[in-house]
């Protein structure tokens, strides 16, 4: 059976599926309900020196056309709108009597989190991170708790950053780095209204889910390649699949929102028994075994020339190759047991491989 405890400075994780700062993480019992779903760790919601006045509605989920498909959301959430004293006279007790590491998150200005953070860890938690979110001055903010607190500080840094150079930027003043917050400002509108869907200024929101993985994991590459710290990935992590590929581009650990805003608190356990399922299934012991080997990869990706390799045994002859392939050079025939690729018409494109359920379509 694989091992998916972690260890990130000094605290030990039952399993890497953290929760992050947001809705899913708003108030003492609901971290409580995210430990006993299954979630190694917790990460509560980003406090500052006021409660935030939340528009509403805030939160919208993002649908494929086609696939009629959950693929992430849109918010207009800001930090906690609960006042920071109820935090720490209630709210951070309740979390740690969970028995697992607690991660406050803080903001915004070096000023907010020098005069917070030690309160924080006079609250007993274990770790902080610091959201900038946009606002900028990261090695400043990084310096102000640092000096403030003995506690390991996390920086969580905005996509719309260049990821790499501010984390060299901060290594030297914290203990590991959290990518990526939200991305935007992004907008849904009711077509059967004409207005938008979330109540902020403009209608604009902050994407997360499914949508902004992609991005998400093009950053935590580029900061595992850029420093030598610990790297805890947010973006996206709606399956334990998801896990394995933020490990092999070197991160240490996953947070999760949006998953849990659209599956409920069981999904952090979910999440994690996948993860090991397929550790399991590829014959390695931990999530050490893979951690940061596709880095190689991303530096010098192996390219396709011609038609991809075909596992028989594999293929099903399900048909989505065919289905995706622009250029109709794959055949295929469920009842006559038949798979082709016409190699005068494939094109080279990789649509069929990325598609495969079943991993039967390989680069040579």
Same mark, same amino acid.
């Given at each position: 059976m694989a091992d998916l405890r972690v260890s990130i400075k000094d605290m030990r994780f039952k399993n890497p599926v953290l929760t992050a700062a947001g809705p899913t993480s708003r108030?003492?019992?609901?971290?409580?309900?995210?430990?006993?779903?299954?979630?190694?760790?917790?990460?509560?919601?980003?406090?500052?020196?006021?409660?935030?006045?939340?528009?509403?509605?805030?939160?919208?989920?993002?649908?494929?056309?086609?696939?009629?498909?959950?693929?992430?959301?849109?918010?207009?959430?800001?930090?906690?709108?609960?006042?920071?004293?109820?935090?720490?006279?209630?709210?951070?007790?309740?979390?740690?009597?969970?028995?697992?590491?607690?991660?406050?998150?803080?903001? #915004?200005? $070096?000023?907010?989190?020098?005069? *917070?953070?030690?309160?924080?860890?006079?609250? +007993?938690?274990? @770790?902080? !991170?610091?959201?900038?979110?946009?606002?900028?001055?990261?090695?400043?903010?990084?310096?102000?708790?640092?000096?403030?607190?003995?506690?390991?500080?996390?920086?969580?840094?905005?996509?719309?950053?260049?990821?790499?150079?501010?984390?060299?930027?901060?290594?030297?003043?914290?203990?590991?780095?959290?990518?990526?917050?939200? #991305?935007? $400002?992004?907008?849904?509108?009711? *077509?059967?209204?004409?207005?938008?869907?979330? +109540?902020?200024? @403009?209608? !604009?929101?902050?994407?997360?889910?499914?949508?902004?993985?992609?991005?998400?994991?093009?950053?935590?590459?580029?900061?595992?390649?850029?420093?030598?710290?610990?790297?805890i990935a947010v973006g996206g992590v709606m399956s334990g699949e998801d896990v394995i590929e933020y490990m092999m581009v070197g991160a240490s650990a996953v947070q999760v929102c949006t998953a849990a805003i659209l599956g409920g608190d069981a999904v952090y356990g979910k999440i994690a028994s996948e993860a090991r399922d397929w550790l399991n299934e590829h014959g390695h012991d931990s999530l050490e075994d893979i951690r940061g080997i596709a880095l190689k990869h991303v530096e010098s990706p192996k390219t396709l020339s011609g038609t991809p390799h075909i596992d028989l045994e594999k293929c099903t002859r399900c048909a989505l190759c065919m289905k995706s392939c622009v250029y109709s050079a794959i055949s295929v025939d469920k009842k006559k047991n038949h798979f082709e690729i016409d190699p005068e018409r494939c094109q080279s494109c990789g649509m069929c491989i990325s598609v495969c359920p079943y991993h039967a379509l390989s680069i040579p």
């Amino acid at each position: 059976m694989a091992d998916l405890r972690v260890s990130i400075k000094d605290m030990r994780f039952k399993n890497p599926v953290l929760t992050a700062a947001g809705p899913t993480s708003r108030d003492g019992m609901t971290l409580l309900n995210a430990a006993a779903g299954g979630a190694g760790g917790l990460v509560a919601k980003t406090v500052s020196v006021r409660a935030a006045e939340i528009p509403h509605p805030n939160m919208a989920a993002l649908k494929s056309g086609v696939l009629g498909t959950k693929q992430g959301m849109l918010n207009a959430e800001l930090w906690s709108e609960i006042p920071l004293e109820r935090w720490l006279e209630r709210e951070y007790a309740i979390a740690l009597s969970a028995g697992l590491p607690l991660i406050a998150s803080v903001g #915004y200005t $070096p000023e907010d989190v020098a005069s *917070i953070g030690p309160r924080l860890e006079e609250a +007993g938690v274990h @770790a902080i !991170e610091f959201s900038t979110h946009y606002v900028g001055g990261h090695v400043e903010i990084a310096k102000a708790l640092k000096e403030a607190v003995e506690v390991p500080i996390f920086a969580k840094l905005s996509p719309k950053v260049d990821v790499a150079e501010v984390a060299k930027s901060l290594e030297p003043h914290v203990d590991g780095i959290v990518g990526i917050n939200t #991305y935007g $400002p992004c907008l849904r509108i009711n *077509i059967e209204t004409g207005m938008p869907l979330l +109540g902020s200024s @403009a209608g !604009e929101g902050w994407m997360s889910g499914a949508a902004l993985k992609p991005i998400a994991l093009r950053c935590v590459a580029d900061i595992a390649k850029s420093v030598d710290l610990p790297v805890i990935a947010v973006g996206g992590v709606m399956s334990g699949e998801d896990v394995i590929e933020y490990m092999m581009v070197g991160a240490s650990a996953v947070q999760v929102c949006t998953a849990a805003i659209l599956g409920g608190d069981a999904v952090y356990g979910k999440i994690a028994s996948e993860a090991r399922d397929w550790l399991n299934e590829h014959g390695h012991d931990s999530l050490e075994d893979i951690r940061g080997i596709a880095l190689k990869h991303v530096e010098s990706p192996k390219t396709l020339s011609g038609t991809p390799h075909i596992d028989l045994e594999k293929c099903t002859r399900c048909a989505l190759c065919m289905k995706s392939c622009v250029y109709s050079a794959i055949s295929v025939d469920k009842k006559k047991n038949h798979f082709e690729i016409d190699p005068e018409r494939c094109q080279s494109c990789g649509m069929c491989i990325s598609v495969c359920p079943y991993h039967a379509l390989s680069i040579p």
